[in-house]
């Protein structure tokens, strides 16, 4: 794994085809610190050490790498410059961003112009590379970590700051050269992420009567779902359980009530919500019992919301020592409209109605 982050510029010193392809490269690297079998990325492709000496190192090129990369459209000649990154260790600053050298494909600049004293650039991706590059995402261009500014079709758009051009090859003059292309982020997200247009007609079960609706809460938390399996598959690591039963114990909740909110929304819990059942206050005046009040005294990790029909919203807030506390809409009132006043209570709370868990149960041991 590597960053983007360009820390020499050697140079091609001899090439021999010799079944694959071997390349000598030239560099300001301690050989004596790098390892036969080492990987090093050479303008953003992975490749492993095999030869070494004091100044340089040696590579083999396979076929596949040469069709999948600049070094088939452009080859390697002596004297040619090259992005140069060691592999990542534990522990390393990541300037940049993932990158894992096994290079997508090639991307042509169509043109560069200077910005002040920045470079912009803008280049066209094969179409079926198209999906993989956003806008403010991380794109890997000759090895170098760059920002994408805009996206456009096939077309994208990065900007070179001075001190990258003074560090990388891509100070120098310019000319129309394919770029190796790579995007890890974007890359992963689009594997798991349906496309609207393709996946929206599959999805069942997430709209009005398990309607086909692909838009809203519900395509995002089915996205979420496909997304987890994806990365994660049908078991969580155990680091990830350990956490999760901590944090459910210090909710006060069950672990398996908390794990059923994290797989259905992908969010941690930011706050409670009490109904007039779980506190049993159904009419002006009436307090908690002592032993509702303990019970959500202990919950502490997180803010409390209560509600309650007819009652005074401050004092039941000073009884349960909630955050906000507020009347429930009149008996009778459509569900549309106890929707929207519910939302709008917790917008004004700067709380996300997917990560609040409302409690409609009893929660006293003699109910």
Not at 57 to 81: L, Q, R
Not at 252 to 279: E, I, M, P, Q
């Amino acid at each position: 794994m590597f960053t983007g982050i360009i820390t020499d510029v050697g140079k091609v010193l001899d090439v021999e085809m010799r079944g694959d392809m071997r390349a000598r490269i030239g560099s300001a690297y301690d050989m004596a610190g790098v390892d036969m079998g080492a990987s090093i990325a050479c303008d953003g492709v992975c490749l492993t050490v095999v030869g070494k000496g004091e100044g340089w190192f040696d590579v083999d090129i396979s076929a596949e790498t040469i069709a999948k990369t600049s070094i088939g459209a452009n080859g390697w000649e002596a004297g040619k410059p090259l992005n140069l990154e060691r592999a990542l260790k534990v522990g390393d600053e990541l300037g940049g961003h993932i990158v894992s050298g096994h290079v997508d494909g090639v991307a042509v600049i169509e043109s560069m112009t200077d910005e002040g004293d920045s470079t912009r650039i803008t280049l066209r991706v094969p179409a079926d590379l198209k999906r993989f590059i956003a806008p403010k995402g991380s794109v890997t261009l000759n090895g170098t970590s760059l920002t994408v500014n805009e996206v456009d079709d096939d077309l994208f758009g990065v900007n070179v700051i001075p001190h990258t051009q003074e560090v990388t090859t891509w100070g120098r003059p310019r000319s129309a050269i394919p770029s190796t292309s790579r995007s890890t982020c974007s890359r992963a997200m689009s594997r798991v992420w349906p496309k609207r247009e393709s996946e929206a007609k599959r999805v069942s079960g997430i709209g009005h009567n398990r309607g086909p609706a692909a838009e809203g809460a519900g395509y995002r938390t089915h996205c979420w779902r496909v997304a987890r399996r994806a990365l994660l598959g049908e078991r969580l690591p155990v680091e990830v359980v350990r956490s999760r039963v901590q944090r459910a114990k210090a909710l006060g909740l069950d672990y398996k009530t908390y794990a059923g909110v994290r797989a259905t929304t992908g969010r941690d819990l930011v706050a409670f919500l009490y109904s007039s059942n779980a506190l049993a206050v159904f009419r002006r005046g009436q307090s908690p019992e002592p032993e509702v009040i303990g019970r959500i005294a202990r919950s502490a990790a997180v803010p409390h919301l209560g509600c309650a029909p007819g009652v005074a919203a401050d004092a039941l807030g000073r009884d349960i020592r909630a955050v906000s506390a507020r009347a429930l809409p009149v008996f009778g009132t459509s569900w549309a409209a106890m929707r929207d006043d519910m939302k709008h209570w917790l917008r004004a709370e700067g709380l996300p109605g997917d990560a609040v868990l409302m409690i409609g149960k009893p929660i006293t041991s003699a109910k």
